[in-house]
Each structure stands twice: as structure tokens, then as C-alpha cells.
């Protein structure tokens, strides 16, 4: 028996987060560390296609009840909601940072 695959929609202030990363990357260290971490964050976001629910609910108790889930990719965080048959990546943050000023200048996103 298959596992359901779920859509995948990395949303543009993920993707554009995503590029960020690399850039510092590869101003810091070079191009190679930037292939690298691109690799395992798409690789990370990959897999909740499959398993959408590998993440952890937010600590945050406003996002946690609008189903936000967070999943670990080394330093980073990947945030994402399940809604229907979709997984919408809204975030890819260092998970060193304060990470809830990124959902208060994102404005509603119609996800259907």
C-alpha cells in the first residue's frame, strides 16, 4: 500500500527566504556550503509531501491553533500548515532567530 502524496506549495516569502540563505552561505563560506544547505532544505520540505504531520506544532499558541508546524532542518525551521490535501510552506527561518515577527507582515494568503 502507497502513502498518499500531499501537494506541495512553497509559498514566495519561502522561496525568497531560501535564496537568501544560500546568498549568505555563499558569501560566508562559498558556493559549495550554499549547494548544500539548498539541498537539504528542499529535501526537508520534500519529505512532507509524504508526511505532512513530521513537524511539531509551534510553541505559539495563536499560530499552533491556526495549524501552523514547524519542522527542523539543522539551523533552519521550516514553517508550514496542512490545509486539505496541500502543505503550504509559509517560512524557512534560522531557528535561532525570533521567528513570529515573520507571520505578522505576512498577509493572508488565499491558499485554495
Known sequence: MSKKQ???KILASARDEIQ????LHMALVGINS???ITTALRKAVEHLSTYPYLGVSIEDRELSQQ????LVCGNYL???RLVDDTVFIYHIADG????????RKLPMVDET
Open 20 to 23: 537568501e540563505i544560500a546568498r
Open 34 to 36: 550554499a549547494r548544500k
Open 67 to 70: 495549524g501552523y508546524r514547524k
Open 78 to 80: 521550516c514553517f508550514y
Open 96 to 103: 535561532r532567530t525570533e521567528y513570529k515577527h515573520l507571520f
Open 6 to 8: 500531499y501537494n506541495l
